[in-house]
């Protein structure tokens, strides 16, 4: 058998790879605490799982159309008045498959082989291998964490090529947390349309934003340019619905199309009872996520007074997501070289597994995931803290 070649170029989801580890270790009885993966501990709200049964209940069980039953694409383009007072027809928006379908689709629709795009690091693990799987270059564009992990159009500018086709923002970011304000995404923003760059933003987490932080977005400028940018979010994050797997993108109505050619010969529509589950939480009231929203400022107060206690250790206090992002490479030693040895050693022996900072582009960090209750946060930094410090 011959796998293509193009897989070769691709390495396996480093978060997933890891929580896979833990729950192996689980099932063999091994009390693995889970700093690993982005998903909130919350349950989905009641109104948005009742939307769901009664759509089982009514039979609402059959294909859609691929971009999404039209009011939930209504419902899209509404978020973005209800949030950002931006108006939308409902033909800018398409439903997929999470927000890692969208941001694949994007790529597969806008990269030719060879196109560049500026990808800000530390990065989410996927942004890499999905633009290579549409044959782009991803540019990687180093921010360190005495700088809040957040990088400035003059470097952006300094890794621009003639090849450069694509800026990818992410704010909430996942690693870091890292979140721009207006005048700073506005001054991003404003560099790409100077320089002809489409820019794809990322704003899955944009809802999770804590203390002085506003959500900002930059639906705002695709307003203005529609054709020049893609806004990518969904309902995992915000909403506790990481299972149902609702994605969704703000594009022109030209590049909506173009993503639905694509979805609709590869996945056709997402799940039928997951659009009506969807339309409920984006329609519905939102009580549900300021309480996750401040229960997840409280654990980032916890997690981050005890990481920004512990000697020689780098850890900007995030404004967004739920994801400390620590320097502790002056910690490293002959037994433990990098990030990756780090967290081998952390889950065998402090069994608490994190996610190397080498999977997000930065080798010097490990990625502290607070989306679980407070005590179990306090315990697995505890035992975090008695393995690297004694």
């Known amino acids: 058998m011959n796998i293509s070649d193009r897989l070769t170029r691709i390495k396996p989801s480093a978060t997933l790879a890891v929580n896979a580890k833990a729950l192996e270790l689980k099932a063999r009885g091994v009390k693995v605490v889970s700093l690993a993966v982005g998903e909130p501990d919350f349950g989905t709200p009641a109104h948005i799982c009742e939307a769901a049964k009664r759509a089982i209940d009514e039979g609402f069980t059959r294909y859609t159309p691929v971009p999404g039953i039209i009011e939930l694409r209504e419902a899209v383009a509404g978020y973005f008045g209800r949030c950002y007072g931006v108006e939308a027809p409902a033909e800018a928006t398409i439903v997929t498959n999470g927000g890692k379908q969208a941001l694949y689709n994007l790529f597969q629709a806008l990269l030719n082989p060879g196109d560049e795009v500026l990808v800000p690091a530390p990065y989410w693990v996927s942004y890499p291998a999905l633009v290579q799987l549409a044959e782009g270059v991803p540019v990687f564009v180093p921010s360190p964490a005495e700088r809040g992990f957040k990088i400035t159009p003059a470097e952006l500018d300094a890794h621009r090529t003639p090849r450069t086709r694509v800026l990818l923002l992410n704010s909430p970011s996942n690693p870091t947390g890292a979140c721009y ?43 203005r340019f529609p054709d020049r940018v893609a806004v990518v979010n969904g309902l995992a994050k915000t909403f506790a619905m990481t299972g149902w797997r609702v994605g969704y993108v703000l594009a022109h109505p030209d590049l909506v199309k173009a993503v639905a050619k694509i979805q609709g010969q590869s996945t056709s529509n997402i799940c039928s009872i997951a659009q009506k589950a969807a339309l409920a939480a984006l329609t519905g009231p939102y009580d549900a996520v300021e309480e996750m929203r401040c229960a997840f400022v409280r654990r980032r107060d916890l997690a981050y007074d005890i990481i920004s206690g512990w000697k020689d250790v780098v850890c900007p206090r995030p404004d967004g997501a739920f994801y400390l992002f620590a320097d502790i490479h002056r910690h490293y030693n002959a037994s433990m070289p990098d990030s990756a040895a780090v967290c081998t050693r952390l889950l065998e022996e402090a069994q608490v597994a994190l996610v190397p900072g080498s999977a997000f582009g930065d080798d010097k960090c490990i990625r502290f995931s607070y989306a679980v209750a407070d005590d179990v946060l306090e315990d697995a930094l505890s035992r975090v803290a008695k393995v690297l410090f004694g």
């Open 181 to 223: 304000t207006r005048e700073e995404m506005d001054a991003l923003m404003q560099w790409a349309v100077d320089h002809d760059i489409f820019v794809i933003a990322d704003e899955i987490y944009d809802r999770l934003v804590y203390g002085d932080m506003q959500p900002v977005s930059v639906s705002g400028w695709w307003q």
